[in-house]
T-cell receptor, first 114, second 112 residues
Framework: GAGVSQTPSNKVTEKGKYVELRCDPI?????LYWYRQSLGQGPEFLIY????????DSGLPNDRFFAVRPEGSVSTLKIQRTERGDSAVYLC????????????FGPGTRLTVL | DQQVKQNSPSLSVQEGRISILNCDYT??????FLWYKKYPAEGPTFLIS?????DKNEDGRFTVFLNKSAKHLSLHIVPSQPGDSAVYFC???????????FGAGTTVTVRA
């Protein structure tokens, strides 16, 4: 597809379970970003990848959160021992290298932790 | 700490009239500002932006005004159309910074 895609679109899980959220960036975009949007708030930065490496993971809330991008394209956000407070929409964005002001967002994954 | 604030959670406007959305920021390092539009079940899409070297940028029906001394920007939509009904996010960033800082959003409803 032409845009950023994210799967699944919705994920319902139970407290304590492990989840993986996937992001397929726009082809050719080397920069990839994850944001989290909680209810009633704007998106908040989680992590930024340039290529395969996480250049900045300062926005990850704690060590239960981890993200990878092994081949510099698809990225997976992993959440261990989910908590109810993790419920949010997780947004992925991508851009060309250095074009930080031109981030294209995917539709997001709505995560609900029961 | 919320560095970008949109103090009006919602706005209702009649079709054909002007919509004015406001945004305030606190970080003086911000020098680039963006507005995103979001429909339900979709990701935010870029609408218009402005650099701190300008005080106005216009694109069709959309105009963004920046007042650096007041750390305030606004988005004007003229004339408002039913398809403009969406959530609008104000975002800000600094030079060569990859993090976007977003406001909480303003839900615009355009009444026929």
């Amino acid at each position: 597809g032409a845009g950023v895609s994210q799967t699944p679109s919705n994920k319902v899980t139970e407290k304590g379970k492990y989840v993986e959220l996937r992001c397929d960036p726009i082809s050719g975009h080397t920069a990839l970003y994850w944001y989290r949007q909680s209810l009633g708030q704007g998106p908040e930065f989680l992590i930024y990848f340039q290529g395969t490496g996480a250049a900045d993971d300062s926005g990850l809330p704690n060590d239960r959160f981890f993200a990878v991008r092994p081949e510099g394209s698809v990225s997976t956000l992993k959440i261990q021992r989910t908590e109810r407070g993790d419920s949010a929409v997780y947004l992925c964005a991508s851009s060309l290298e250095g074009r930080y002001n031109e981030q294209f967002f995917g539709p997001g994954t709505r995560l609900t932790v029961l | 700490d919320q560095q970008v604030k949109q103090n009006s959670p919602s706005l209702s406007v009649q079709e054909g009239r002007i919509s004015i959305l406001n945004c305030d920021y606190t970080n003086s390092m911000f020098d680039y500002f963006l507005w995103y539009k979001k429909y339900p079940a979709e990701g935010p899409t870029f609408l218009i932006s402005i650099s701190s070297i300008k005080d106005k940028n216009e694109d069709g029906r959309f105009t963004v005004f920046l007042n650096k001394s007041a750390k305030h920007l606004s988005l004007h939509i003229v004339p408002s159309q039913p398809g403009d009904s969406a959530v609008y996010f104000c975002a800000a960033t600094g030079s060569n910074d990859y993090k976007l800082s977003f406001g909480a959003g303003t839900t615009v409803t355009v009444r026929a």
